[in-house]
């Protein structure tokens, strides 16, 4: 085999990346997330305001946001209020479907589990996933404090705050290396995933269990009150959908293929003049 | 052999026609899961079980729920589900003043007995201030007075094969063609016995309204609201809950909402 002197190859080594723990996980959370999401929006809908407290104001206003629908001279009209702040949100939140025959609900059927309001049934399906996903957390964090992975890819170290800044620079200019590791800002986001957001929105949603705030009364001390852990499940929520977003659009922007590949094979292509270790494929 | 070649062009544009397609079609290829009885819920439904064993593993049997300060009481308490019964029995009941009420203790006990609201209201009684969790999520904080429900079983004797009471109680829920459906619900010995577990009669230091159960609720204080029975009249112990209502222990649970109802 003869390679051109002077020019680096057209391509870095194959390396093994994500180990089944990894992949398994992967898939078993996208799994849970879309059902827990749904299901959990079918929930919301059963009471579709949020409150600051210990309870819910009827008699007094503590509420933070509000899904509902008026009757205006022009008819009926889904409404929206956050802070205080109303927005006609018709055809979205509060009242959404065909126009001749309206559902006056908070998040619309279309992107709730079942399509129809049944809070039976969301909570079903809510605690099924809750519990899968819980026990997907578990077997992750077990092997990825084994196999390294922790330490190796999610734990941000002291060159990684250094490298931020680089590495924004070049996430803004879409020069996105494949290297061996995560970068800095791979790091912190699944750092914020997996040791923020996840313990945040489990440990709210058992803040919200009757039972639970009994066993450990503390929950309701640190989150302010079950109210209160209601809205910030519903906060996390939103930032996990956002969480979503942007990792399905770097997934699209650094290879799909690849990224996919690695998350299935476990195997991935690195960027040219990587250099190659044991183990690896040409 | 042709091979398929997948491109970045076609991947994008393929997983953005799959991607608007389940958006569009929504989500109603899991209404199948809202079916009672159907299989796959019934399997999803096994996770409640687990809950309700871990939950009774975790939390032992006499730890209390949060109790709140008189200044925690900002609201009358939420009325919800039935606030005006109109069986018969009630409307004669409530027009006498509770007066003829009598509380009864059946089943797999040593002997039957019942009470009177004097009689209650002369037993020893606990107040306490307590968040009501609903299931749609509100929560109301307010000051529940009552007689503890153990001491009251004790008084009947429950048999050691008793492993259930049933709730029974005067409130038409739900109101039809065919009939009333009387509401009911159940709950372990655990929560009977629990010492938050009051036959409570007064609310927020007045008499129990009509709207939020007269003449007696019991109060189970680490479940939600649907195990919070209004207009009690009997309790029943039992082994079995499959011969009540729809056979899943109570209105709510034949209704396709879990038994415990402690999340």
């Not at chain 1, 849970?32 to 929006?41: E, H, R, V």
Request: glycine content about 10%; overall charge neutral; some cysteine.
């Amino acid at each position: 085999m003869t390679e051109d002197e002077g020019l680096p190859p057209a391509k870095g080594p194959l390396i093994y990346r994500q180990s089944i723990w990894t992949r398994l996980t992967h898939w078993v959370w996208a799994i849970c997330l879309f059902f827990l999401l749904l299901s959990g929006l079918q929930i919301f809908n059963a009471h579709p305001t949020l409150y600051i407290g210990k309870q819910s104001g009827f008699e007094f206003d503590n509420s933070v946001l509000s899904i509902g629908a008026v009757n205006t001279p022009d008819g009926p009209r889904g409404q929206t209020t956050v802070f205080g702040q109303t927005f006609d949100t018709t055809g979205v939140l509060g009242m959404s479907g065909p126009a001749a025959n309206p559902s006056f609900v908070g998040f619309p059927g279309a992107v709730t589990i079942p399509s129809f309001r049944d809070l039976a049934t969301g909570r079903v399906v809510h605690f099924f996933f809750g519990w899968i996903f819980v026990a997907a957390l578990f077997i992750w964090f077990l092997a990825s404090f084994i196999n390294g992975h922790l330490r190796r890819d999610i734990l941000p170290k002291g060159r990684d705050f250094t490298g931020l800044p680089r590495d924004a620079l070049d996430h803004a200019r879409l020069r996105l290396h494949h290297g061996r590791t995560y970068s800095p800002l791979q790091k912190l986001s699944y750092f914020a995933v997996f040791f923020v957001l996840f313990p945040l929105i489990i440990l709210t949603g058992l803040t919200m269990s009757p039972g639970m705030d009994a066993a450990w009364p503390w929950l309701l001390d640190i989150f302010g009150g079950r109210q209160t852990a209601r809205t910030i499940h519903f906060v996390v929520m939103v930032l996990l959908v956002l969480f979503f977003v942007v990792h399905i659009i770097m997934v699209l922007l650094a290879g799909p293929l690849n990224e996919l590949r690695s998350m299935i094979t476990g195997w991935y292509r690195t960027s040219p003049g990587t250099p190659s270790e044991q183990g690896d494929k040409p | 052999m042709s091979r398929l070649i997948v491109n970045r062009r076609k991947f994008l544009v393929g997983s953005v026609a799959l991607g608007s397609s389940l958006a569009m079609s929504g989500c109603s290829q899991f209404d199948f899961l809202g079916q009672r009885g159907n299989p796959v819920r019934q399997a999803l439904e096994q996770a409640n079980v687990l809950t309700y064993r871990a939950q009774r593993a975790l939390i032992g049997d006499q730890v209390l729920a949060r109790e709140y300060a008189e200044s925690e009481i900002r609201q009358g308490q939420r009325p919800n589900g039935s606030t005006d019964p109109t069986t018969a029995e009630y409307l004669f009941l409530k027009q006498a003043n509770f007066e003829p009420y009598r509380l009864t203790i059946k089943g797999m006990v040593d002997r039957e007995i019942s009470f009177s609201l004097a009689e209650l209201r002369n037993m020893p009684a606990r107040t306490q201030i307590t968040r009501h969790d609903c299931v749609e999520g509100w929560s109301c904080i307010a000051k529940w007075t009552g007689t503890p429900l153990g001491p009251v079983l004790d008084q009947a004797g429950v048999k050691p094969a008793a492993r259930y009471c049933v709730y029974h109680c005067y409130d038409n829920i739900q109101r039809g063609l065919s009939g009333d459906i009387l509401y009911y619900t159940s709950s372990d010995l655990v929560d009977a016995y629990h010492p938050q577990t009051i036959l409570s009669y007064g609310l927020n230091d007045a008499v129990l309204p009509v709207s939020n159960g007269a003449p007696v609720r019991l109060r189970i204080e680490r479940a939600l609201g649907y195990k919070q029975p209004k207009y009690l009249h009997t309790i029943e112990l039992v082994d079995d809950l499959s011969p009540f209502g729809g056979g899943k222990g109570g209105y709510w649970e034949d209704n396709g909402y879990d038994w415990y109802g402690g999340i």
